[in-house]
T-cell receptor, first 115, second 114 residues
Framework: AQSVTQLGSHVSVSEGALVLLRCNYS??????LFWYVQYPNQGLQLLLK??????LVKGINGFEAEFKKSETSFHLTKPSAHMSDAAEYFC?????????????FGTGTRLQVTL | NAGVTQTPKFQVLKTGQSMTLQCAQD?????MSWYRQDPGMGLRLIHY???????DQGEVPNGYNVSRSTTEDFPLRLLSAAPSQTSVYFC?????????????FGPGTRLTVL
């Protein structure tokens, strides 16, 4: 079965610093991968998704992620953190067959941004 | 468009009580699903539906029932609430059932079972 592992349940960065949130996937073939963000007391919102068209994927709010097959990774980055980026971030993988809505989520990484 | 709406926002139940969590979407989405979110476990799929009249089980279906009589609505029923069902419940929908379709999430229902 496919799965994703998010390293680090909590990440703290200073405002203006690089944001790096890690996600590694487990799959026999390159999967479709997603990053979702959850702001406090809200539902999840799609940041970006990898659909095999390009390995570097740009998303909303200045985030991007690079699919690296050799490392089975799909890490999320942002060059300069803003206070408004404080949220919980989830990596998710789509099944190899069938329906996309059966996403498998990672355990999440809570991003704290400090002054 | 209101998007995906969920009611109630908060609910407290006693063990053994039943209730229905409501979910509706006004985007004419084909696909709808229910997840539960627990600390340190991410989101886990409970049930899903590929269209009106069609539902199927996800990863953690025990203790929950669903039905989909219309495209817009996808209620989740707890038959006999247990403390283990204390969680935050999210409804989501997507336009189609493609593996890259974006899912749109509702704001969630926070359920506590005493």
């Amino acid at each position: 079965a496919q799965s994703v592992t998010q390293l680090g349940s909590h990440v703290s960065v200073s405002e203006g610093a690089l944001v790096l949130l890690r996600c590694n996937y487990s799959s026999s073939v390159p999967p479709y991968l997603f990053w979702y963000v959850q702001y406090p007391n809200q539902g999840l919102q799609l940041l970006l998704k990898y659909t095999s068209a390009a390995t570097l994927v740009k998303g909303i709010n200045g985030f991007e992620a690079e699919f690296k097959k050799s490392e089975t990774s799909f890490h999320l980055t942002k060059p300069s953190a803003h206070m408004s980026d404080a949220a919980e971030y989830f990596c998710a993988v789509s099944p190899l067959t069938g329906t996309a809505s059966k996403l498998t989520f990672g355990t999440g990484t809570r991003l704290q941004v400090t002054l | 468009n209101a998007g995906v709406t969920q009611t109630p926002k908060f609910q407290v139940l006693k063990t053994g009580q039943s209730m229905t969590l409501q979910c509706a979407q006004d985007m004419n989405h084909e696909y709808m699903s229910w997840y539960r979110q627990d600390p340190g476990m991410g989101l886990r799929l409970i049930h899903y539906s590929v269209g009106a009249g069609i539902t199927d089980q996800g990863e953690v279906p025990n203790g929950y029932n669903v039905s989909r009589s219309t495209t817009e609505d996808f209620p989740l029923r707890l038959l006999s609430a247990a403390p283990s069902q204390t969680s935050v419940y999210f409804c989501a929908s997507s336009y189609g059932t493609g593996r890259t379709d974006t899912q749109y999430f509702g704001p969630g229902t926070r359920l506590t079972v005493l």
